[in-house]
Nanobody
Framework: QVQLVESGGGLVQAGGSLRLSCAASGRIFSTYGTGWFRQSPGKEREFVAAVSRFGTWTHVAESVEGRFNISKDNTKNTMDLLMTRLKPEDTAVYYC????????????????WGQGTQVTVSS
């Protein structure tokens, strides 16, 4: 099983940028499709971005398209989420996850999660 640890969250003003990182240990990272999800209080976990096992395919949610970019480096066992032009509605706990599938945008298909990192965007 892979273990995941997120970092890079924090407080930022609207319009600013943050880079989240997910560090993996355990099984070979290229075995997994990976992605970022977020969750606000009282809401379900929401898909943000996903990348395929070898990083050749990426997809982001419509709500963050043009602002967020996902990347994966299997040589370093890391996955990043570059978030630009942040909005207050982006405020949430962000989780990185791993799926045994080549790639997935469905949280139910993920088998491992990090502990989450808080992102707060002030207006």
């Amino acid at each position: 099983q892979v273990q995941l640890v997120e970092s890079g969250g924090g407080l930022v003003q609207a319009g600013g940028s943050l880079r989240l990182s997910c560090a993996a240990s355990g099984r070979i990272f290229s075995t997994y499709g990976t992605g970022w999800f977020r969750q606000s209080p009282g809401k379900e976990r929401e898909f943000v971005a996903a990348v395929s096992r070898f990083g050749t395919w990426t997809h982001v949610a419509e709500s963050v398209e043009g602002r967020f970019n996902i990347s994966k480096d299997n040589t370093k066992n890391t996955m990043d989420l570059l978030m630009t032009r942040l909005k207050p509605e982006d405020t949430a706990v962000y989780y990185c996850g791993a799926t045994a599938l080549v790639a997935s945008t469905n949280a139910r298909e993920y088998i491992a999660w990090g502990q989450g990192t808080q992102v707060t965007v002030s207006s």
